[in-house]
């Protein structure tokens, strides 16, 4: 596929087909200018610009998405790749920070970032801020459009686009993976999506979600109401003796972190609202093959996991049956329009005027970069966020759990929220509880459950 072409359509994939159900047009929405990616790394050492502005050059030329456009009118739907462009980079001097105080300016710079608007209209659908404390330690800042990038991506970006500062730095060329572009990764999707395997996952989802609904939270405001949309964002820790007492939990039983604070996630909903059959909407890295792994684009999938807790005694049961339902998903693991077509009724939680749907995440990368020196930089991702905010990335509707591992040892917790539909108070108090929570299933993961 030629990446000089400005006039060939491309399908959608399935992902963006997705975002297109909450589509507000240009100004809000998964299309609109809050809907972003910002993240964030430690540099030390002596950055040169016009290097930097070299390398994300080469960055936009070797990623297609970065270069996208979602063609929205009316039913016509297509991608369209542009030519490479210049992202825009800003240069700035921060004021005089003594060196303990950098870690929490770092963030503070993150979250100005974040409240920040970037449209679709004008690829490159990235850009980047070099913020120094000094000659020799500065933050490096991505900002991209979430139609584009997913959170693996921005993994990708800082591995490629470090390897390209080095090598115009008299580094010599690094080798980097091949990697397939996103719009191929589309068609490929497309041309793959009625095979028997395909199916038989259908077949799965259609049995699976027979009767269920997604369990909404009752918003503090109707969206009949017609508040202003915005997003915030609770953050909290979970210290690092529960988060290793809960991981090693949940080695002995075979299940990854993410299986782990999914089953906490559902003996709390199992509590709040007294029901056994728990079905969840998640987010999963949707890649598939690992011919995709290096790819850059917006990857991720929306699967609702349902778990039936009847006859749980305790934790460990829950652990057992959420375990279950992950590996059953994973291996049917289709695109959620796909799952859509088979259990329509799923989607019924979305349109309710007082309520609205909590999604659920857990960030898991092939690599975090800590104190890696490439050529002259040495790169240390920000991940430690402990800050909540007022104003955040969208979220297209409702709220988002995401949890994380931090390499400290800790869990780190951000829950971001429409703030048009739940007041803050509401949102601190679910996190607490899940906390708790937590706790209590840690401390005694064989002690009955609470009746209801």
Known sequence: MSTET????????????????????????????????????????????????????????????????????????????????????????????????????????????????????EPPLIRAVLARFDAEDAVLVLIAHHSAVDEWSTQLMIRDLAAFYAERSGHGPRELPETVQYPEYAVWERANSETEATAKARLYWREKLRGARIFPMRTDHLRSEGLPKGTSAHRFLIDKDLTTRALAIARSMRSSPFIFMLAVYKVLLREMFGSTDITVPTLTLGRGKARFHETVGSFFNYVPLRTDLEGCENFRDVLARTRKTCVEAYSNDIPFAQIVAEAPDITETFVGDDRAVFAFQVHQFPFVMERERIGDLEYSDLRRRVLSQEVSTDIPDGALWTLGVDPSGEIIGNLGFNNNLFDESTVVEIAQKYCRLLRELVDDPDSSLKKI
Not at 81 to 91: F, K
Request: aromatic share 6%; charged share 35%; hydrophobic share 30%.
């Open 6 to 121: 400005t006039t060939e359509r491309v399908t959608l994939s399935f992902n963006q087909e997705f975002l297109c159900m909450f589509d507000r047009g240009d100004e809000e929405g998964p299309f609109g200018p809050e809907y972003i990616i910002v993240c964030g790394w430690r540099v030390h050492g002596a950055v040169d610009p016009e290097k930097l502005r070299g390398a994300l050059d080469d960055l936009v030329e070797r990623h297609e998405s970065l270069r996208t456009l979602v063609v929205r009118d009316g039913e016509t739907r297509y991608q369209k790749v542009l030519p490479p462009g210049s992202p825009h980079l800003e240069v700035r001097d921060l004021p005089p920070t003594e060196p303990a105080e950098r870690e929490r300016r770092a963030e503070e710079l993150l979250i100005e970032m974040e409240s920040g608007a970037y449209g679709v209209s």
